[in-house]
C-alpha cells in the first residue's frame, strides 16, 4: 500500500547530502523508502515517466507561477545559495571533422579559431590549480574531437590529467566526443567524475544542426558512460533554430533516462561568425514572436547577430540588441527560414526552471551565453533553479564574464560557492517552512 505517513524530518539546515551519484541516491531512497517531498504547497517526486504533454504544461505555466515552483523545488533538494563554480579547458582545439553547425571548432566552418595540438599534462594541471585557486571545484576538459577513437597515445596523456585533477580533490569532467564502454571504465579508474556529452535539441530538431553524427549515436555513448559508473553531464543549447516543442522534447529525453543526469548544462548558443548557425540573422525570442505574430498583435521585431567591433568575431547578442536599438534598425519579422530565433533570459529561465521540476536532484547549469545577461538577468536563472555556472574569462573558445565580475555578482546576490563531491540535501529544514517528507508505509506496516 502507498504512503500514509508523513514525517517531518527537521535536522541542521543543509548538513546532511545524498550521495552525488543519481544511481547511489536512488538505492538510498528506496530504502529509506523517499516518497515525495513538499514545501509550501509544492510536491516533488523524482520520476522518470514524464510524458511530453505533461512537460509542455510546465514550460508554458505563467512565469511567475513557473519560477515559484522552481524555487521551491530547488530548496527541497539544494542550499539555494551554492552555486557551483566551474572551470573549462579546451585540452584540443579546434580541426573538428564534425559538422555541428553552432562550432566554433568545425574544420568545415571559417571562424576566428586555430587549430591547436593538444596541450601537455603539466599546462593542464597548472590551469586546474589556478581554478581551484579562484573557487572552482569543477574542473572540465573538452576536445574537439568526434571520437576518442584510436588515438591511444592522447588518451594516456588524458587519462594522467584526469589522475592529477583528482589528486587535486576537484570534480573531473571531461567531453572528448563518441566513446567505448572501455574508454569510459579506464577514465573511471583514473578517477573521472563525470562525462559531459550534450544532446543539444530534440531528435527532430538533431538532424537540422548535425549530419555527421545521430541523436543515436549520442545515446549510446551516454549508455556507455554510465555503464562504467562515471556520472553523467548532459543537456543542451537554446537559439538552434529550434522550436518550443524541441526544447521540452530535449528535456523529454532527459527526464526519462533510467537515471536523471547528475548534471544537466543549459547553454544559450554563442552565435560565431563562419559558423551556420552565426551567419543566421537574429529575430527575436522564440516566445516573444510566437506571441507578437498573433493576429492581434501589430508587433514590430528588430535582427540581431551582428558582430561587434570590440568582440571581433563573436556577436554578443545583448550588446548587439542595445546596438540596434541605437542605430533604430528594425524589420517586420516575415517568420523565413533564414533567421532564428533569438535566445532571451526569459527562455533560458524557462528552460532551467522545467528541467528544475523535472530532475530536482540533478545539478542544472547556466552554461555557455553568459556574456549576454545582466546580472539581474542571471538572478532569475538562479531563482529558476541553475546551481552552477563557469568560471573563467573563455568558456572554450569564446568569451566569459571575467572572474571579478563574478565575484561581485555572487557578493550582490549572496552566493557562495559548492563544495566539490556534495550531492542534493537529504533534507533540508528551512528557517521558515519545513520540508515534509511522504514515506511510503508498506502493506505489513500498517497491518
Ligand atoms: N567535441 C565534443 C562533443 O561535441 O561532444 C566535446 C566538445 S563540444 C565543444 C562540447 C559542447 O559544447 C557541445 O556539445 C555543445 O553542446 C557546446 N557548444 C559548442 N559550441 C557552442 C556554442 N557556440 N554555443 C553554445 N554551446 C556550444
Ligand atoms: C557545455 O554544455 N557547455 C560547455 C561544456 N559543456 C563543455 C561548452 C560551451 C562551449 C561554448 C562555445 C565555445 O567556447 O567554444
Ligand atoms: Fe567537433 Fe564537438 Fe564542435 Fe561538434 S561540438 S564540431 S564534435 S568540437
Redesign the pocket.
Same mark, same amino acid.
Given at each position: 500500500m502507498e504512503h500514509e505517513s508523513s514525517i517531518k524530518v527537521h535536522v541542521d539546515k543543509y548538513s546532511l547530502r545524498l550521495p552525488n551519484n543519481d544511481r547511489d541516491r536512488t538505492f538510498l531512497a528506496q530504502q529509506t523508502e523517499e516518497h515525495s517531498r513538499s514545501m509550501s504547497g509544492v510536491v516533488s517526486v523524482v520520476r522518470h515517466d514524464w510524458t511530453r504533454e505533461e512537460i509542455s504544461t510546465i514550460y508554458h505555466l505563467p512565469l511567475y507561477d513557473l519560477l515559484y515552483r522552481a524555487a521551491t523545488v530547488h530548496r527541497m533538494y539544494w542550499n539555494p545559495s551554492e552555486v557551483q563554480q566551474c572551470t573549462l579547458i579546451s585540452i584540443k582545439t579546434g580541426g !573538428?571533422t564534425?559538422d555541428?553547425s553552432? !562550432?566554433?571548432?568545425s574544420s568545415r566552418y571559417k571562424t576566428h579559431v586555430k587549430p591547436t595540438p593538444t596541450l601537455k599534462v603539466q599546462q593542464v594541471l597548472e590551469a586546474a590549480q589556478r581554478a581551484k585557486d579562484a573557487g572552482s571545484t569543477r574542473f572540465c576538459m573538452?576536445?574537439?574531437?568526434r571520437e576518442l577513437g584510436n588515438k591511444t597515445n592522447a588518451f594516456t596523456h588524458i587519462l594522467d590529467m584526469v589522475r592529477g585533477v583528482n589528486e587535486m580533490g576537484l570534480e573531473v569532467c571531461a567531453?572528448?566526443?563518441m566513446l567505448t564502454l572501455d574508454q569510459a571504465k579506464a577514465l573511471k579508474e583514473a578517477g573521472l567524475t563525470s562525462y559531459?556529452?550534450?544532446l543539444?535539441t530534440s531528435p527532430e530538431h538533431y538532424p537540422k544542426v548535425i549530419t555527421t553524427r545521430t541523436f543515436q549515436d549520442r545515446l549510446d555513448t551516454l549508455a556507455n558512460v554510465r555503464e562504467a559508473g562515471l556520472s553523467v553531464c548532459c543537456g543542451?543549447?537554446l537559439g538552434l533554430g529550434e522550436k518550443e516543442m524541441d526544447r521540452i522534447g530535449l528535456l523529454h529525453v532527459l527526464a526519462t533516462l533510467p537515471e536523471h543526469p547528475e548534471s544537466v548544462p543549459i547553454?544559450a548558443?554563442?552565435s560565431?561568425q563562419g559558423t551556420p548557425l552565426g551567419n543566421k540573422k537574429k529575430r527575436n525570442s522564440l516566445s516573444s514572436v510566437e506571441e507578437a505574430n498573433t493576429p492581434s498583435n501589430n508587433v514590430t521585431i528588430t535582427p540581431c547577430g551582428k558582430s561587434l567591433p570590440s568582440e571581433e568575431n563573436i556577436s554578443i547578442h545583448a550588446a548587439s540588441r542595445v546596438k540596434e536599438e541605437k542605430e533604430g534598425v528594425a524589420v517586420e519579422y516575415d517568420g523565413d527560414d533564414e533567421s532564428i530565433a533569438q535566445v532571451d533570459a526569459f527562455d533560458m529561465a524557462r528552460m532551467i526552471a522545467t528541467a528544475r521540476i523535472l530532475m530536482p536532484r540533478t545539478m542544472v547549469r547556466l552554461s555557455?551565453?553568459r556574456m549576454s545577461f545582466s546580472h539581474a538577468e542571471q538572478f532569475m536563472m538562479f531563482q529558476a533553479g541553475a546551481n552552477s555556472i563557469f568560471s573563467g574569462d573563455t568558456l572554450?573558445t569564446?568569451p566569459n564574464p571575467q572572474v571579478d565580475e563574478d565575484r561581485i555578482l555572487f557578493q550582490k546576490l549572496g552566493l557562495v560557492g559548492k563544495p566539490a563531491h556534495q550531492g542534493p540535501l537529504i533534507a533540508p529544514a528551512e528557517v521558515d517552512g519545513m520540508v515534509h517528507i511522504t514515506r511510503v508505509v508498506h502493506e505489513s506496516f500498517t497491518q
Open positions: !573538428c564534425e555541428c553552432y !562550432c566554433s571548432q573538452g576536445a574537439a574531437w567531453t572528448l566526443g559531459n556529452h550534450n543539444d543542451g543549447i547553454n548558443l554563442v560565431v555557455a551565453g572554450l569564446t
